[in-house]
């Protein structure tokens, strides 16, 4: 896979600001923002920047032998430590998936995590001299997917940089990272882009009703176009039907919508609950819906119908079992529990 990205329309002004200052560049920056803003393109074309040897107002000319090296992805002077399951999902299935060199007889299912020797195989590369005399690039993403074995590993690094290295590390949240190996980093927050430079992307991606994909994503383009990708309606049809029964005062069919749950990834049907209740309770206070407006006849009966105060309470909840949702002891009671949460906190007010 190619390792020459550009910056996307929204991000070229803060690129540009943002390199002109390279000769007095940090060693490790820490770009953070919402998920599905393009917070790694981002990084990828600023490696491409800093490795170019030819800039043009800051970002990468696509035509010097470095450029070349980064579209053939070859670039001896850039490393992408990403999981292995991340790296076959880009395209890589010709070098070995983990960047350490092991791919092992028996494949196992590919790791979502970042792997301490995904790091200590780099010791060499660190200690080289960069191959045309500039920068050399580590970019690594997403920085949660680090246990706390691979985060200290990166600290050490980062305690006593190798010369003419930058770190490019991407996250969602720094408050879920190490603290310590966040004061290590310069931090460069990405905003999201406005509504109308999301809608004429997305439209110029070829996504219909972009407006409804891209309030399904929170404002976040990217992943407004992933979620438009992968087909279907900007609202899961299993909300569709929870939002139905809850509306009609009839008791949801918790055990047949549990059983579509289980076959999702928990965060997946968390996060849609969490949004599906902060447009409760917009409805409720009479405001326009953030990320279902297509469900307002529905969000507008049980908003109306349900406590204020117990839709806070459940909103409050979800984002506490958020936390959790990766690692559910029990998946089906987990589910069967969330359901029962909801259905209570949307019930009609005596």
């Known amino acids: 896979m190619s390792d020459f990205v550009s910056f996307l329309p929204w991000q ?52 010097c032998a470095a450029c070349l090296w980064l579209k053939s992805g070859s670039h001896p002077d850039l490393r992408r430590i990403r999981p292995e399951a991340m790296a076959l999902e880009e395209g890589e299935t010709n070098a070995p998936i983990d960047e350490s060199g092991s791919t092992g007889s028996a494949k196992k299912t590919p790791s979502k995590d970042i792997k301490v020797e995904q790091l200590r195989v780099l010791h060499n590369w660190f200690n080289t001299a960069t191959h045309r005399g500039g920068w050399r690039v580590m970019v690594l993403y997403p920085a949660r997917a680090m246990n706390a074995v691979t985060a200290n590993a990166l600290l050490k690094v980062l305690e006593e940089p190798p010369a003419h290295t930058i770190f490019l590390l991407v996250a969602d949240a720094p408050d879920r990272l190490l603290p310590t190996l966040v004061s290590r980093c310069r931090r460069l927050p990405l905003s999201v882009p406005n509504q109308d430079e999301s809608l ?89 819906l953030r990320y279902f407006p297509a469900l307002e006849k529905q969000m507008t009966i049980v908003a109306r119908q349900a406590s204020p105060g117990h839709l806070a309470e459940t909103a409050k909840w979800l984002a506490q079992q958020r936390a959790v949702a990766g690692h559910p002891l029990n998946t089906k009671l987990f589910v069967h529990s969330a359901l029962q949460r909801v259905a209570l906190a949307c019930a009609p007010t005596l």
């Open 12 to 63: 070229q002004k803060q690129a540009t600001d943002w390199l002109g200052q390279r000769e007095r560049f940090a060693h490790a920056w820490l770009i953070h923002g919402l998920p599905g803003i393009g917070k790694r393109q981002f990084a990828l074309a600023a490696a491409a920047s800093l490795l170019c040897e030819s800039p043009i107002g800051g970002s990468a000319c696509g035509q």
């Open 200 to 288: 004429l992307w997305l439209q110029s991606q070829g996504v219909s009703e972009a407006d409804q994909w891209l309030a399904a994503a929170g404002g976040a383009p990217l992943l407004a176009g992933q979620l438009a990708q992968a087909g279907g309606k900007p609202y899961p049809e299993w909300l569709v039907q929870l939002l139905n029964d809850l509306a009609a005062t009839q008791a949801s069919d918790i055990g047949g919508l549990a059983d579509q749950l289980e076959s999702l990834s928990p965060e997946v049907w968390i996060d849609t609950l969490q949004r599906t209740f902060l447009d409760l309770l917009l409805a409720s206070a009479g405001a326009p």
